[in-house]
């Protein structure tokens, strides 16, 4: 049986465009989610952090199961004038921001929650305006929070099957991403394809738990 | 420092105390009690804001800055920061704050914490002032390091530099000596000293060390439980019996003296203290007219109705008695003035039972003897 490696690199190459412009939406996006929850304490803060949290525990399917409604005629896909976002790469990078967003969220939150009040106030009284001290100090001195939940924003991109199959199916060159390859392989019992995708996965994986540790070493030592 | 450091705008207007001062009334309820806190500053000058640990002095400091949101009043110079219809955010109020702990910033290096202010401020910081306040501070020999390889008093000393070089109109300054050892605080306090004289703008310095603000203050304004209890010139207070001073073990006063004369067989170095002199210790600067800052321990202070004779004693000062009063069980203590001077006070602390064998009364004229070796000089600041 041959390999029909253009197969794989299309897969590849969606997986990785999926993963990389799901990064950035989720960095955008939770970045002032991640500072607002960091400083506020309030039962809207709370509510809005658990809602952030339930992919954490919800079944990917369940997930799905919502994200394919909201995107579908009755949802989200006529607001923007489409018919439908579900299976269409823009629905696949929906469904991966909210199924990544605790992943993305929970590591910046915590880096500024670490950083404390007073370097805040010391630069508030060097003349820095609130705009100001966010950008030259609070995501400086949070950069090992915000490496720690792009690497993992964008692995666990990479890693989702669930909502995928549900809201994206598996359309080559459009929604058909690694996982979902790995899953038509097997079925169609191509194990060879299989073997070199599953183990480029799992070599990937690897790397980033590694890469993990790393930064949290590398970078905390500098950190006050 | 006229023109360099400090405010532009200050340095050729005239200086009413009233106008380009510190001038601050601010009420309400920080964690237990109720602060309620008036007083005004000079244009310049160290004013200490004195007061035991958890008395509201760092809340009041923060209130002026802005950190912390008091009702009341706070202007500085012309400027309004804060009344009935307005408070000015910290970024827009142009305050120079020194933390207890120095709070530079892990991310930048040296070089750039001291700038971070200075590039935000209007019209900038030249390089004469960046060299000023390098050999103010001594921060030459810093510049190359990282932030974290500086000890407490390096840290302390670049957050100062950099809270001069934003340009502020006021300084505020938080303990910033409380988290150092003791050596650190020696090392740093004649940089906050030579600091206090240069800069021409007013210093609120908070402190709950007596020996710091004997050090550096010119004013006192004493703070408990979150009011002002007194406010005034800081030899004034010191001697002010119903303020307490005098009941602490070290009780001191501290008047200003000018050199007269340096002796460089025994380095002796003289003093004129309002017509009478005074040898003390010649080492550290003495040149002939400089001021000094004296330091006189109550307890280091004995009195005579006649000239000793015969004695180790150098110093023997003519003084009249203003008041005495009790000071613990044993002692009193006696206010003194240099004769023909009313308001060159000075304690002494002597026993109930000297002071009954001498039949001391107010209005007495006696001989005050005081020791060469337990006078400590400092500059002015």
């Known amino acids: 049986m041959t390999i029909d490696f253009g197969d794989i690199v299309s897969a590849l190459v969606l997986t990785l465009e999926l993963a990389s412009v799901t990064t950035l939406v989720l960095l955008a996006i939770g970045t002032p989610l991640a500072w607002w929850l960091a400083r506020s304490n309030t039962l809207a803060s709370d509510i809005v952090a658990?809602?952030?949290a339930l992919p954490l525990v919800l079944p990917p399917t369940v997930l799905g199961f919502y994200l394919l409604i909201a995107l579908g005629p009755a949802g989200l896909g006529s607001l923007v004038g489409v018919r439908s976002l579900a299976f269409s790469f823009e629905g696949?990078?929906?469904?991966?921001v909210v199924y990544s967003l605790p992943f993305v969220v929970q590591p910046i939150r915590n880096a500024f929650q670490a950083i404390g009040e007073r370097p805040l106030e010391v630069a508030a009284t060097l003349r820095?305006?609130?705009?100001d001290r966010f950008f030259t100090v609070a995501v400086p001195l949070a950069r090992n929070g915000f490496l720690t939940g792009a690497v993992l924003g964008f692995a666990h991109t990479v890693g989702e099957f669930g909502v995928v199959l549900m809201i994206g199916g598996n359309i080559p060159g459009e929604t058909r991403v690694l996982s979902i390859a790995i899953f038509d392989y097997v079925e169609q019992l191509r194990f060879a394809e299989a073997h070199l995708v599953a183990g480029g996965m799992l070599i990937f994986s690897f790397l980033v738990i590694l890469a993990m540790s790393r930064i949290g070493r590398r970078f905390g030592e500098t950190l006050p | 420092m006229s023109g360099g450091v400090g405010n532009p705008a200050d340095g050729d207007r005239d200086r009413r105390p009233g106008r380009e001062g510190l001038d601050i009334a601010l009420c309400g309820m920080r964690g237990s009690f109720w602060i309620e806190a008036a007083f005004s500053a000079p244009a310049r000058g160290v004013t200490a804001l004195f007061g035991p640990s958890g008395s509201g002095k760092t809340s009041i400091l923060r209130a002026i800055a802005g950190l912390e949101r008091l009702e009341g009043h706070v202007r500085a110079g012309e400027t309004i920061w804060q009344d009935e219809g307005r408070?000015?955010?910290?970024?827009?109020?142009?305050?120079?704050?020194?933390?207890?702990e120095a709070s530079l910033f892990a991310h930048l290096g040296?070089?750039?914490?001291?700038?971070y202010g200075a590039r935000r401020s209007p019209g900038g910081v030249d390089a004469a002032m960046r060299r000023e306040v390098a050999d103010l501070l001594g921060l030459d020999h810093l510049k190359s390091r990282s932030v974290a390889d500086l000890s407490g008093g390096e840290r302390q000393r670049v957050a100062i530099g950099r809270a001069i070089l934003s340009r502020p109109r006021v300084m505020l300054m938080d303990e910033p000596l409380s988290g150092l050892d003791n050596r650190a605080k020696g090392e740093i306090l004649p940089f906050i000293e030579r600091l206090a004289g240069a800069l021409d703008l007013p210093i609120l310095y908070v402190s709950h060390d007596i020996a710091e603000i004997e050090r550096l203050a010119d004013r006192i304004v004493l703070v408990e439980a979150g009011r002002v209890r007194a406010s005034g010139p800081l030899n004034q207070a010191l001697t002010d019996i119903g303020l307490g001073f005098v009941r602490h073990p070290h009780a001191a006063s501290v008047l200003t003296a000018r050199v007269t004369a340096f002796s460089p067989e025994d380095g002796l170095?003289?003093?004129?203290?309002c017509g009478q002199s005074v040898f003390v210790d010649g080492s550290g600067p003495q040149e002939i007219g400089l001021e000094r800052r004296l330091r006189i321990e109550a307890s280091d202070v004995s009195l005579s109705r006649g000239p000793l004779a015969q004695s180790t004693i150098l110093n023997t000062l003519r003084v009249e008695i203003v008041a005495i009063e009790p000071a613990g069980r044993a002692n009193l203590a006696i206010l003194l003035a240099l004769e023909g001077t009313g308001d060159f006070t000075f304690m002494a602390k002597v026993t109930r039972r000297s002071a009954e064998r001498l039949a001391l009364c107010p209005g007495d004229r006696l001989f005050a003897q005081i020791k060469s070796v337990s006078l400590a000089t400092s500059p002015v600041p």
């Open chain 1, 50 to 52: 658990t809602l952030v």
């Open chain 1, 92 to 96: 696949l990078v929906a469904g991966s």
């Open chain 1, 128 to 131: 820095a305006s609130p705009l």
């Open chain 2, 87 to 100: 408070f000015v955010a910290t970024h827009r109020r142009a305050v120079g704050y020194v933390f207890q």
């Open chain 2, 110 to 115: 040296v070089e750039e914490n001291l700038l």
């Open chain 2, 269 to 273: 170095a003289e003093l004129d203290l």
